[in-house]
């Protein structure tokens, strides 16, 4: 899933191309994207769009009249950058045609839960506001009273929109690994220096990838977002080395996510427990990496 860095970039190219520019036409390729029927879909057309900016890990176009379109790309939705002139596939979800070009969103895989809300009134766009706080825009004080809030692991607060806003699966991986902090951790049990350490990290690694997704997509659309990248140093990269210490990156699965980390930097040696191998091979899983190795 576009987590905060991704749709920084998806933001910024967007405002470069649409902000100012009247959409002359939205058209859905499937009923099942569009999830509001009021106000209509015609109440957009012709519009100008006068903002772009992002409500956790949602896209919201501003239009006039305080018109919204509302854009959750949820995990394999994307949106395309398509030139004035350019064919746009019969396959696309939706596409939104400006004079500048047409913005398409596209959605891999056989579940289709991108979802689209057309929305009137600045006030509406709250119900999408899930209450997280902006991990670049608060104070180290702020992040740990947000974190102690609730007892969880610091994993799963990470990834909790209710608490942290715009932060996902993969650079929550990325944030643990330079904090060298166990996934597992309870936020309950954090001292203050390991909060300080996890509150540094996220900065540096949601700052270092918005540059990097900046570069990489210099001056075009960003037409490669993925969670899992070459670059990263854990998300991913189940069974290879750690680019810090050179153990093997182990990994937890559950549903249809798994959390990635090396036992060396972030668990003093010991293999987390992974809720179906560890329950399938009972006595027989290792619990150290020297027990993994041999």
């Not at 470069?16 to 058209?27: A, C, K, T, Y």
């Amino acid at each position: 899933m576009p987590e905060l860095p991704d749709i920084t970039v998806y933001i910024e190219a967007l405002a470069q191309r649409i902000v100012g520019q009247p959409l002359d036409l939205l058209r859905i390729g499937t009923p099942f994207l569009l999830r509001t029927v009021d106000p209509p879909l015609s109440a957009v057309a012709g519009k100008v769009v006068r903002s772009v900016h992002r409500i956790g890990k949602r896209i919201a176009i501003g239009l006039d009249d305080e018109l919204f379109l509302v854009l959750h790309l949820m995990i394999a939705g994307r949106l395309h950058w398509l030139g004035r002139g350019k064919r746009v596939p019969k396959t696309v979800l939706a596409a939104l045609e400006f004079p500048t070009g047409t913005l398409t969103l596209t959605e891999a895989g056989s579940k289709k839960r991108a979802s689209l809300h057309v929305m009137r009134g600045r006030d509406t766009l709250k119900q999408f506001e899930r209450g997280g706080i902006e991990p670049l825009e608060v104070s180290v004080a702020q992040f740990a009273e947000r974190l102690r809030s609730e007892n969880h692991t610091i994993k799963r607060s990470l990834t909790d929109p209710r608490l942290f806003s715009g932060i996902g699966n993969a650079y929550s991986d990325e944030i643990l690994h330079r904090a060298k902090m166990s996934p597992a951790k309870l936020t309950s049990r954090m001292t203050d220096e390991e909060i300080g350490r996890v509150y540094a990290a996220t900065r540096e690694i949601l700052v270092e990838w918005v540059e990097r997704l900046r570069a990489d997509a210099k001056d075009g659309f960003p037409e490669k977002v993925t969670a899992f990248r070459p670059e990263m140093a854990v998300h991913g990269k189940y069974g290879q080395p750690c680019p810090v210490c050179g153990t093997a990156v182990q990994r937890i699965r559950y549903a249809d996510n798994e959390t990635n980390y090396c036992p060396r930097c972030q668990t003093e040696g010991r293999l987390l427990a992974d809720r179906a191998f560890s329950r399938l091979l009972k006595q027989d899983w290792p619990r150290t990496i020297e027990q993994l190795e041999s």
